[in-house]
């Protein structure tokens, strides 16, 4: 017992690091703009008001429409893709294919590639098909980062799938296509749920696609407008805060209701071969 205290200790640490900058978020977004850089600081503030919430928050019509701008581009990047990536995944992973491990490879290095440097090239392939300014577009744009990491993410869960089980299913009068809709998505559920929660945040918090594909205010995402924000504020930084914390309670949620999924998709997923 005695050997695990510095353990318990390193793990209260760095959850304080990583917790700090989410708590000051919320303790600025309830301070007046003259407590903000008080001197001591207020670690808890002694006048709170929801003022920023209600004026740049909630009564900002720009904020309203970006978060629905957000929600309508992770939605549709998240369906789309769970509809390429998971037959992807299953096919690599049960069909006697060629070339797997250079596909797997080429995957990953995609992951690598920092998104900037694929936003240009996007801008003009997508200035060619009619796709720049569009949900379409920015929709596309993202799923190109997620389906290559959905892939590599879900073929070690259908790899896990008996074969026996799938044998039985067909001897019982299903279908390949049947065997793997009643038997190998419901196996494969936490990986498919940590898929979905994943591409949806990824979405969410684009940024770099956003302001190259979406130069109409109309459809940029709640990042970019938050962005704009910086410079319209100026010293704001309540305002700021407030609609940072707006932004981010879809992270939490999904992390606080989806927790359980998240956690045995991603330490099962990395253990199965």
């Known amino acids: ?33 003259a407590d903000i850089f008080a001197t001591p600081p207020q670690l808890v503030p002694l006048s709170p008001t929801l003022r920023s919430y209600a004026d740049a928050a909630f009564g900002n019509p720009a904020i309203a429409k970006g978060l629905a701008n ?15 990536a998971v037959p992807a995944a299953y096919g690599l992973a049960r069909l006697r294919l060629r070339f797997v491990s250079v596909f797997l490879m080429l995957f ?12 240009l090239p ?6 060619d098909l009619g796709l720049v300014n569009s949900y379409a577009g920015l929709i596309l744009a993202n799923a190109s980062l997620a389906i290559p990491l959905g892939i590599v993410l879900l073929r070690p869960y259908f790899l896990s799938v008996p074969t026996e089980i799938l044998e039985a299913a067909k001897v019982d009068g299903c279908t390949t296509f049947g065997a793997f809709v009643r038997i190998a998505l419901p196996i494969s559920r936490p990986g498919l749920i940590t898929l979905a929660v994943i591409s949806f945040l990824g979405a969410w918090g684009e940024f770099v696609f956003g302001l190259a594909l979406a130069a109409d205010e109309d459809l940029q995402p ?9 410079n319209a504020f100026g010293t704001r930084w309540n305002d700021l805060m407030a609609v940072s914390a707006v932004v981010a309670l879809p992270v939490i949620a999904a992390f606080v209701f989806l927790q ?9 997923g990395a253990t199965k071969s």
Not at 10 to 33: D, E, H, R
Not at 108 to 119: D, G, K, S, Y
Request: cysteine-free; hydrophobic content about 60%; glycine content about 4%.
């Open 1 to 33: 017992m005695r050997r695990r205290w510095p353990m318990t200790v390193a793990g209260v640490l760095i959850t304080f690091v990583y917790l700090l900058p989410v708590y000051w978020m919320l303790n600025t977004s309830f301070k007046k703009p």
């Open 70 to 84: 957000s929600a309508v581009i992770a939605i549709g990047t998240t369906l789309l893709t769970i509809a390429i």
């Open 108 to 119: 990953l290095v995609v992951q690598m590639v920092p998104a900037v440097n694929l936003a």
């Open 122 to 127: 996007m801008f003009a392939i997508f200035s």
């Open 222 to 230: 709640i990042t970019v407008v938050l962005a704009g924000l910086t």
């Open 260 to 268: 359980r999924y998240i956690v045995a998709g991603l330490t099962e």
